[in-house]
């Protein structure tokens, strides 16, 4: 028998001491990107690997702002989100070849977001003949890449369009 790996997984699954606070707050400025999966930075928005992801390559589109609600983010950090949705994609399809992406936004817990006071994106790459019996059998997602890999191949491509010394 053949076992799978996602050793990242137990945390989603822990019964032990649940993290306080905002993570979407408190990761980009904890310092170490490749531990926190930080992969880009902008003046008002950053890019992060999802640690739960549905697929290698998963990551969030998030404002900087601690805010639930769209209409609530000023129109200039709104524009600056966009755009740094549509360079994710772009740069997740050059990183992995994706075919396709499920991009959504989940808006407060009802709608099913698990970070719900903190807005966000998802962008979750796509190919051809990615669903497998897997779930749908064994409920279990094969993931082929481990997420400090997935920081290596897409961080050096965010490093390029956005400048490193932006910090909060």
């Given amino acids: 028998m053949e076992q799978l790996w996602a050793p990242w997984r137990m945390e989603l699954i822990s019964k032990g001491e649940r993290q306080t606070g905002c993570i979407f707050c408190e990761l980009p400025r904890a310092g170490d990107d490749r531990e926190n999966l930080i992969l880009g930075r902008s003046a008002h928005t950053f890019a992060i690997l999802n640690r739960f992801p549905y697929n290698n390559g998963h990551l969030m589109v998030v404002p900087r702002a601690h805010i639930a609600e769209l ?35 989940n808006l407060g817990r009802t709608a099913g977001a698990g970070i719900a006071d903190h807005l966000h994106w998802h962008v979750v790459p796509r190919w051809n003949g990615d669903t497998n019996f897997m779930p749908v059998l064994g409920d279990t997602k094969v993931m082929i890449e481990h997420l400090h890999a997935s920081w290596d191949r897409l961080r050096p491509s965010f490093d390029r369009e956005y400048s490193k010394g932006t910090k909060w």
């Fill in 71 to 105: 209409t609530a983010l000023p129109r200039e950090e709104h524009d600056e989100l966009s755009e740094m949705l549509r360079v994710a994609v772009r740069l997740v399809g050059e990183a992995y070849g994706a075919q396709g992406y499920n991009i959504g936004m």
